[in-house]
């Protein structure tokens, strides 16, 4: 742990496209066994609960791109990146008090997901820390997660706070956002030769390198982002985790960015805004939150 540096030069990431990274030490089957087999007990939906009824069905133009294509995509780009990290020292150990951290909360969200898509049940989860100052974290197609040092570091973010991204992050990933936005493209003859290559017109090979290229410069619109918003606030309830926190989470954005969009989601509505909108929704969530079993531990924040 102690050669794990938090101010490396990664390469950067767009934001716009809520994606993720990659490391071979991720979960391992034993550790993310019991969450994914029922460590954690779902709630049974209620009628009407929660957000659903506020989110719309799955876009056309995803239905373009094989979603088994752009999973081994991401997965392929998550693993080069984690892989850069590595390099660089700055890919945390699993050991690290912060990597702890972030996989025990995510082992709490995850068995919430595939009532979302059922895809999500037969992902292999992953979560990594990178030492870099950047306030930003992403989740890739597959569930591929990855949070920045300095995200939390500098905003000091709680258990919730971190829920409340990791939330946001993770219905990005299963409303298929990323795969949408490649689906318009096609459509619109932007991806036109990835497209060919993915119907077996071309090289499969290139195309999956095309398309993890696109990953990492895809731009979610301010509709995904609204809708990753109110997902992630029903995912991180469902685990136990205040959903209010993510109107802290945005007092916090806010002043670290000094009244500018701040790097981490930088195509999202404006900070007052989305506080807004966090707090109308607050009521259709915080019954599921007020019956769901708690966090038996709690983490700090790192210091130094």
């Given at each position: 742990?102690?050669?794990?540096?938090?101010?490396?030069?990664?390469?950067?990431?767009?934001?716009?496209?809520?994606?993720?990274?990659?490391?071979?030490r991720?979960?391992?089957?034993a550790?993310?066994?019991?969450a994914?087999?029922?460590?954690?007990?779902?709630?049974?939906?209620?009628?009407?609960?929660?957000?659903?009824?506020?989110?719309?069905?799955?876009?056309?133009?995803?239905?373009?791109?094989?979603?088994?294509?752009?999973?081994?995509?991401a997965?392929?780009?998550?693993?080069?990146?984690m892989r850069?990290?590595?390099?660089?020292?700055?890919?945390?150990?699993?050991?690290?008090?912060?990597?702890?951290?972030?996989?025990?909360?995510?082992?709490?969200i995850?068995?919430?997901?595939?009532?979302?898509?059922?895809?999500?049940?037969?992902?292999?989860?992953?979560?990594?820390?990178?030492?870099s100052p950047?306030?930003?974290?992403?989740?890739?197609?597959?569930g591929?997660?990855?949070?920045?040092?300095?995200?939390?570091?500098?905003?000091?973010?709680?258990?919730?706070?971190?829920?409340?991204?990791?939330?946001?992050?993770?219905?990005?990933?299963?409303?298929?956002?990323?795969?949408?936005?490649?689906?318009?493209?096609?459509?619109?003859g932007?991806?036109?030769?990835?497209?060919?290559?993915?119907?077996?017109?071309?090289?499969?090979?290139?195309?999956?390198?095309?398309m993890?290229?696109?990953?990492?410069?895809?731009?979610?619109?301010?509709?995904?982002?609204?809708?990753a918003?109110?997902v992630?606030?029903?995912?991180?309830?469902?685990?136990?985790?205040?959903?209010?926190?993510?109107?802290?989470?945005?007092?916090?954005?806010?002043a670290?960015?000094?009244?500018?969009?701040?790097?981490?989601?930088?195509t999202?509505?404006?900070?007052?805004?989305?506080i807004?909108?966090?707090?109308?929704?607050?009521?259709?969530?915080?019954?599921?939150?007020?019956?769901?079993?708690?966090?038996?531990?709690?983490?700090?924040?790192?210091?130094?």
């Amino acid at each position: 742990m102690n050669d794990f540096r938090t101010d490396a030069a990664l390469p950067a990431h767009d934001l716009g496209c809520r994606c993720a990274l990659h490391s071979r030490r991720l979960f391992s089957g034993a550790l993310f066994a019991g969450a994914a087999t029922g460590g954690w007990a779902q709630q049974p939906r209620q009628p009407d609960e929660g957000v659903r009824g506020d989110v719309g069905g799955a876009s056309r133009f995803s239905k373009l791109v094989p979603a088994e294509q752009v999973e081994k995509a991401a997965a392929q780009q998550y693993a080069q990146m984690m892989r850069q990290a590595a390099d660089q020292r700055a890919l945390a150990p699993a050991d690290h008090p912060q990597v702890v951290r972030l996989r025990a909360i995510s082992q709490r969200i995850v068995p919430h997901t595939d009532e979302w898509n059922a895809r999500a049940r037969n992902w292999r989860w992953e979560v990594n820390l990178l030492g870099s100052p950047q306030l930003n974290a992403f989740c890739m197609p597959g569930g591929k997660i990855a949070f920045f040092f300095g995200i939390l570091h500098k905003l000091q973010l709680d258990d919730d706070e971190v829920a409340a991204i990791m939330g946001h992050e993770v219905a990005h990933a299963l409303r298929e956002h990323a795969r949408e936005r490649m689906g318009k493209n096609a459509a619109t003859g932007i991806g036109a030769s990835i497209l060919s290559s993915l119907l077996g017109l071309g090289g499969a090979g290139d195309a999956l390198l095309n398309m993890g290229g696109q990953l990492l410069t895809l731009r979610f619109s301010r509709e995904d982002e609204s809708e990753a918003d109110i997902v992630g606030m029903e995912l991180g309830a469902r685990a136990g985790y205040d959903p209010a926190a993510g109107v802290r989470l945005w007092e916090k954005m806010i002043a670290a960015s000094k009244g500018a969009p701040p790097e981490f989601l930088s195509t999202h509505p404006s900070g007052p805004s989305r506080i807004a909108d966090i707090r109308a929704k607050l009521p259709k969530v915080q019954p599921l939150y007020q019956r769901a079993a708690k966090p038996p531990q709690r983490y700090a924040p790192p210091t130094g």
